[in-house]
């Protein structure tokens, strides 16, 4: 039924899409052939944490690490054996560093040796050199211990760090076992294709299947398609989002049915219908960015995202642009899907559009901006995202959509985030306002920090209504500098979660990293916030 339904709501779009003369429609089938997997399973984990680096302040962690498993195909287990560490160091959210470590006994997981320095972005994205590194278990615990010392030679500099008193931890209690297969065969009308195709399946029977259809050197598309089950069902139905060349801007939808050949392999046969845009018409809108507060890899249920681009709203909106505080929708108890003739869908749903800013009539916007919030709809997919304005659609544009995808909203782009004292006051740096207006927390105090993307609360929510209250099952865990704490996300008003975190009380001035764990999600990496005296 899932299926079915979103098929009728691809097909609707299309439709309605094709009505202006923007795309062209296309019937295909085929024929895919796959050997059977060879090897054992890749089983990854990562490890997120915070840690000390001596005269530069806290960092964020993420440590990758990359095993295979002795587990029988078809059923989860552990890494075992042989594997490589990757670790991400993160100042702020402009400066990273990374290193990695090759190890040929990796279970139980522990290290003692060299590693080298790979790269990274900002400051370190030239970044190499080597480095010793222990990791170890803390005993009787979840935690593990990383230090390290880092020879770095970074823009046209050199200098040694020293990397102490971190600490690990696994934010996902799952298991994941993967593997990846090519299947080559044909895809009529396009000709011959290769498929590159990566099966993950974890500890809930949870199956994500995505797969790279490659036609020639420039023409590409994606699918992707989960399940839950041992095996995979005898049809599968599959989103398919555009990649490159004539697919730049494609969407559509795959049925697949399948079937396991002799000696273990597969055979899909495919069916279902590809939509290419045509060139848009003059002045139709266009997308050049798409993201959600406080991070751009992704976005989630119930999340802030704010889109720009050119064309995106009429060039006469008012100055100083437009919000839904004045519209009948709000009026009635309800959030509307559309300011003046400006709508936003994604995956051929409409999100809710809360204000819009022409650079035309507001030069400070920089771009036309709009910002939305994302749907109760719980799916985890690359999707596509347009615009409409007036008569005219934009391209789709593509964003990875998670069911969690937590985020704390940033003061600046070297992630000062968004945090306010009990009385409403700001807590930052005093670098970020001059004038006074924030201040850094004290040792002991409660702060609020403001957030969005932690997906839905325990309570049923009603979509579309402009009330949204509600508590989580489980608290998140805040790695702050070097220390741990748990705090309780509540969801406020529609998507913007906050969680109350008190500053410990031997906490030392100046900036701390923080990263926030949240039923196997995290924050991205850079965040912080300052503490004073």
Request: proline fraction near 6%; hydrophobic fraction near 40%; aromatic fraction near 8%.
């Given at each position: 039924?899932?299926?079915?339904?979103?098929?009728?709501?691809?097909?609707?779009?299309?439709?309605?899409?094709?009505?202006?003369?923007?795309?062209?429609?296309?019937?295909v089938?085929?024929?895919?052939?796959?050997?059977?997997?060879?090897?054992?399973?890749?089983?990854?984990?990562?490890?997120?944490?915070?840690?000390?680096?001596?005269?530069?302040?806290?960092?964020?962690?993420?440590m990758?690490?990359?095993?295979?498993?002795?587990?029988?195909?078809?059923?989860?287990g552990?890494?075992?054996?042989?594997?490589?560490?990757?670790?991400?160091?993160?100042?702020?959210?402009?400066?990273?560093?990374?290193?990695?470590f090759?190890?040929?006994?990796?279970?139980?997981?522990?290290?003692?040796?060299?590693?080298v320095?790979?790269?990274?972005?900002?400051?370190?994205?030239?970044?190499?050199?080597?480095?010793?590194?222990r990791?170890?278990?803390?005993?009787?615990?979840?935690?593990?211990?990383?230090?390290?010392?880092?020879?770095?030679?970074a823009?046209?500099?050199?200098?040694?760090?020293?990397?102490?008193?971190?600490?690990?931890?696994?934010?996902?209690?799952?298991?994941?076992?993967?593997?990846?297969?090519?299947?080559?065969?044909?895809?009529?009308?396009?000709?011959?294709?290769?498929?590159?195709?990566?099966?993950?399946?974890?500890?809930?029977?949870?199956?994500?299947?995505?797969?790279?259809?490659?036609?020639?050197?420039?023409?590409s598309?994606?699918?992707?398609?989960?399940?839950v089950?041992?095996?995979?069902?005898?049809?599968?139905?599959?989103?398919?989002?555009?990649?490159?060349?004539?697919?730049?801007?494609?969407?559509?939808y795959?049925?697949?049915?399948?079937?396991?050949?002799?000696?273990?392999?597969?055979?899909?046969?495919?069916?279902?219908?590809?939509?290419?845009?045509?060139?848009?018409?003059?002045?139709?809108?266009?997308?050049?960015?798409?993201?959600?507060?406080?991070?751009?890899?992704?976005?989630?249920?119930?999340?802030?995202?704010?889109?720009?681009?050119?064309n995106?709203?009429?060039?006469?909106?008012?100055?100083?642009?437009?919000?839904?505080?004045?519209?009948?929708?709000?009026?009635?108890?309800?959030?509307?899907?559309?300011?003046?003739?400006?709508?936003?869908?994604?995956?051929?749903?409409?999100?809710?559009?809360?204000?819009?800013?022409s650079v035309?009539?507001?030069?400070?916007?920089?771009?036309?901006?709009?910002?939305?919030?994302?749907?109760?709809?719980?799916?985890?997919?690359?999707?596509?995202?347009?615009?409409?304005?007036?008569?005219?659609?934009?391209?789709?544009?593509?964003?990875?959509?998670?069911?969690?995808?937590?985020?704390?909203?940033?003061?600046?782009a070297?992630g000062?985030?968004?945090?306010?004292r009990?009385?409403?006051?700001?807590?930052?740096?005093?670098?970020l306002?001059?004038?006074?207006?924030?201040?850094?927390?004290?040792?002991?105090?409660?702060?609020?920090?403001?957030?969005?993307?932690?997906?839905?609360?325990?309570?049923?929510?009603?979509?579309?209504?402009?009330?949204q209250?509600?508590?989580?099952?489980?608290?998140?865990?805040?790695f702050?500098?070097?220390?741990?704490?748990?705090?309780?996300?509540?969801?406020?008003?529609?998507?913007?979660?906050?969680?109350?975190?008190?500053?410990?009380?031997?906490?030392?001035?100046?900036?701390?990293?923080?990263?926030?764990?949240?039923?196997?999600?995290?924050?991205?990496?850079?965040?912080?916030?300052?503490?004073?005296?």
């Open positions: 039924m899932r299926f079915e339904r979103r098929t009728v709501l691809v097909f609707a779009a299309v439709v309605g899409i094709a009505a202006q003369g923007q795309t062209k429609l296309t019937d089938s085929g024929t895919i052939d796959f050997a059977a997997p060879a090897g054992p399973e890749e089983a990854p984990r990562t490890y997120v944490g915070a840690g000390r680096v001596e005269q530069l302040g806290t960092v964020s962690l993420q990758d690490i990359s095993q295979f498993t002795s587990a029988p195909r078809g059923t989860v552990t890494g075992s054996g042989p594997g490589r560490g990757t670790v991400t160091m993160a100042f702020n959210r402009q400066d990273r560093l990374v290193f990695q090759d190890s040929a006994e990796l279970t139980p997981l522990q290290y003692a040796g060299p590693a320095i790979t790269g990274g972005t900002g400051a370190y994205q030239d970044a190499r050199g080597t480095a010793q590194v990791l170890s278990q803390d005993s009787g615990t979840e935690n593990w211990t990383l230090t390290a010392g880092l020879d770095i030679s823009g046209g500099n050199v200098r040694t760090i020293q990397l102490k008193n971190s600490n690990l931890q696994v934010p996902a209690a799952k298991f994941r076992n993967g593997n990846r297969l090519t299947g080559t065969g044909t895809f009529a009308p396009f000709g011959n294709v290769t498929v590159n195709l990566t099966r993950w399946r974890d500890s809930t029977d949870l199956q994500q299947y995505a797969a790279t259809w490659v036609l020639n050197d420039k023409d598309f994606n699918t992707t398609a989960a399940f089950g041992a095996k995979a069902p005898a049809q599968v139905g599959t989103n398919l989002t555009g990649a490159g060349g004539a697919f730049a801007h494609a969407t559509g795959l049925t697949i049915n399948v079937t396991e050949t002799a000696g273990g392999g597969y055979q899909w046969v495919v069916s279902g219908r590809v939509v290419q845009p045509t060139t848009p018409p003059k002045n139709a809108p266009v997308i050049t960015s798409v993201e959600m507060v406080g991070r751009p890899d992704r976005v989630g249920t119930n999340a802030w995202l704010q889109i720009r681009g050119e995106l709203v009429p060039a006469t909106t008012q100055a100083g642009g437009l919000t839904w505080v004045d519209s009948p929708e709000i009026a009635a108890g309800s959030m509307p899907v559309k300011l003046g003739n400006v709508s936003v869908n994604l995956n051929f749903r409409p999100l809710y559009v809360w204000s819009m800013c035309a009539t507001t030069p400070e916007c920089g771009q036309d901006q709009i910002d939305v919030l994302t749907t109760l709809d719980n799916s985890a997919a690359t999707l596509p995202l347009t615009v409409t304005n007036g008569t005219l659609t934009s391209w789709p544009y593509f964003v990875t959509k998670e069911s969690l995808a937590p985020s704390l909203a940033l003061f600046s070297r000062d985030v968004v945090a306010t009990l009385d409403g006051s700001l807590v930052g740096s005093r670098e306002c001059p004038s006074g207006c924030t201040t850094p927390a004290k040792p002991g105090e409660t702060v609020r920090l403001w957030a969005t993307g932690f997906g839905l609360p325990t309570e049923a929510l009603t979509e579309g209504s402009a009330k209250v509600g508590t989580y099952l489980r608290p998140a865990s805040c702050f500098g070097e220390y741990t704490i748990r705090v309780t996300p509540a969801l406020i008003s529609p998507g913007l979660t906050v969680m109350d975190m008190r500053i410990p009380a031997s906490a030392p001035a100046g900036d701390h990293a923080l990263l926030c764990s949240f039923q196997g999600a995290f924050t991205p990496l850079g965040n912080k916030l300052a503490v004073g005296q």
